[in-house]
């Protein structure tokens, strides 16, 4: 049976087919839809975790347990578990363990660019990097037999254009394969990485490298394809279909397993070839390992190590070596920069924010947007959990140097789960006078709202205990817990400006439910009255993207777009917005 499948959507259908029966991980773009799209079966026991790590350990206990499991993260959720993966290289698996990291070359959702191929290298494990969905679909299997063969955790690396580009895919729905094992225990000097138990270990993970190097030499998915000789290539992932866009005819070494190395087939493969290009994305991951092989190849001289690669940009590196042929692939689309949605409760928060003049240290999630004019109200945004420590060593440093400006942290409720607690526990345990705002939205907004343990909605629907902020919060030792709307400026200003100021840590709970969480409610929309506009400007200072400037010079609030949230008229200073009368729409 034939489907049309992106990659994330193949990796499901691989984890069902090849028996996995548990699997977990944390949202995130580009990796999000593996787990949303294996908790649709119902025969694997799928969850979100709080993060990364929780979601690769609990994955590690149904390995042990004797069940295949799976992780699946993106490429910064795998810093996150990587404390786990080091040692888990050294312990080892039982039953079959995959952990499914997703790159994000040119940073569409994401904060840095890292290679998450460099964990393989790091961790000693092997690294599996499928071109297409028909391979992230078929690489399972072979990360499953590989892991239980050599006793490892295979690392299967996607991209985002892989991730999120859909071919078709041959699938068997009605095949499932399972494996299950009696379950692991008793076995200390395996799984207990006391030094004496690990420095064992340690001697076992070079053996097993040693033998994975043979098994890369033989496994067809590292392959040459042989063609014209007056150059070759050798690439990996979605680099190899652009490659072939552009030198179909060449000879080219195509590798899906990329750590370790096959390293007789890539002598067999350079030794008939005068000129050896690597086309890869990123880190020169494959030319380095190359290059300690004494093989000389040309790859980061003429490729970007930066952003995505694509045909037209591997022409250009080839014809600064002679190569000639033009391939147009690309339009220039017009720009369109990302904006909150009109009507999100961070638009009027950040308001006043701005207005009060606060330096706002914050964290990864939609609100990052409010750093881009005209907000210009968030000052850091660097990982998750860091804008509760950084306001702490903020506040530490104006007060060394004797300044008095207004510090305040921000977080989402989903990220506060992730990894705000523990810095929040700290800023207490040191005293530091900051209040922090934990944005309650109801849910992980940034990926499509998806359930947390603030929400007691589990990945597969089902209600599970709520975690209580303010409850919470105070057993950690915050004698001052405030909640208040969103929606309500002048609630919002009042209390932020108390609290900014207080000279004990506080926590602020800011509600107003994500819009993908409302959905459903019918409202008025708004409108200007021009007779009454001053030209102020002001409600373009919201940036919300129903109000825009008219062509009349004034500004004008989209009715198709307009949620009827409020925030713009409750921030005109001459009455010059009002609900739309008998215009009700649903969000």
Same mark, same amino acid.
């Given at each position: ?46 969850? *979100? ?57 040119? =940073? ?117 394809? *042989? ?91 080839? /014809? ?12 220039? *689309? ?111 907004? =940034? ?16 209600? /599970? ?34 609290? /900014? ?29 021009? /007779? ?40 005109? =200073? ?14």
């Amino acid at each position: 049976m034939m489907n049309f499948l992106s990659g994330n959507e193949a990796i499901a259908a691989g984890a069902y087919e090849f028996g996995v029966s548990f699997a977990a991980g944390y949202p995130g773009t580009p990796s999000t839809e593996i787990l949303e799209t294996i908790s649709q079966y119902p025969e694997i026991d799928s969850q *979100w975790a709080v993060n990364e790590k929780v979601a690769l350990d609990v994955a590690i206990g149904a390995s042990l347990g004797g069940i295949r499991s799976l992780a699946a993260m993106k490429h910064v959720g795998l810093n996150v578990a990587s404390d786990t993966l080091m040692t888990l290289s050294y312990t080892g698996v039982h039953a079959g363990l995959i952990v499914v990291t997703v790159d994000d070359p040119n =940073m569409n959702s994401s904060q840095n660019e890292q290679d998450n191929r460099n964990y393989a290298k790091f961790a000693k494990i092997p690294l599996l990097e499928p071109s297409d969905s028909q391979e992230a679909k078929d690489f399972i299997r072979l990360a499953l037999r590989i892991s239980e063969s050599f006793d490892t955790p295979v690392l299967l690396r996607l991209t985002a254009r892989v991730a999120h580009s859909k071919t078709v895919v041959k699938i068997n729905p009605k095949t499932r394969k399972v494996k299950r094992m009696n379950p692991c225990d008793g076995d200390s000097a395996k799984y207990v990485m006391i030094p004496s138990n690990a420095k064992k270990r340690r001697i076992f993970v070079d053996q097993r490298s040693d033998r994975l190097k043979r098994f890369s030499d033989k496994t067809p998915v590292n392959r040459i394809e *042989w063609g014209e000789k007056n150059f070759g290539i050798i690439t990996s992932g979605i680099s190899y279909h652009y490659t072939m866009e552009v030198c179909p005819d060449q000879s080219i070494l195509k590798l899906g397993m990329t750590y370790p190395l096959p390293t007789e087939k890539i002598k067999e493969f350079t030794k008939a070839l005068k000129n050896v290009y690597v086309i890869e994305e990123l880190d020169p991951f494959l030319q380095e390992q190359l290059g300690s092989m004494g093989i000389k190849t040309t790859g980061k001289e003429v490729f970007p190590s930066t952003g995505e690669l694509s045909p037209d940009i591997i022409c250009r590196g080839l /014809s600064k070596k002679g190569f000639q042929k033009t391939i147009t692939t690309r339009r220039k *689309w017009p720009f369109r920069a990302p904006l909150l949605c009109a009507g999100c409760s961070y638009l009027g928060l950040f308001y006043i924010l701005k207005k009060l003049g606060m330096i706002v240290l914050g964290d990864i999630g939609c609100y990052s947007l409010c750093a881009q004019p005209p907000l210009s109200a968030l000052h850091t945004c660097i990982s998750m959990g860091s804008g509760i420590g950084i306001a702490q060593g903020y506040k530490k440093a104006l007060k060394q140097n004797g300044q008095k400006k207004k510090v305040i942290a921000v977080i989402g409720d989903s990220t506060f789960i992730h990894s705000g607690i523990t810095p929040l526990i700290d800023l207490i345990y040191n005293k530091e006078p900051v209040s922090v705002i934990i944005l309650d939205n109801g849910g992980t907004a =940034m990926t499509g709202c998806q359930g947390h343990p603030g929400t007691g909605i589990t990945l597969k629907n089902g209600e /599970s205990p709520k975690v209580n902020y303010e409850q919470l919060v105070k057993s950690l030792g915050i004698k001052r817990v405030i909640e208040m709307n969103s929606y309500n400026l002048g609630e919002v200003r009042t209390i932020i400006k108390k609290e /900014s100021v207080c000279q004990k840590p506080s926590v602020i709970i800011a509600k107003g439910l994500c819009l993908l969480v409302a959905k459903g409610n019918q409202y008025e929309s708004f409108k200007i009255i021009p /007779s009454r506009c001053t030209k102020c400007g002001e409600c373009l200072l919201l940036s919300c993207p129903a109000i825009a400037m008219g062509r009349n010079q004034y500004p004008r609030i989209d009715e198709k777009l307009c949620t009827g949230c409020s925030l713009c008229q409750q921030i005109c =200073m001459v009455q010059a917005i009002e609900e739309t009368q008998g215009v009700q729409k649903i969000c």
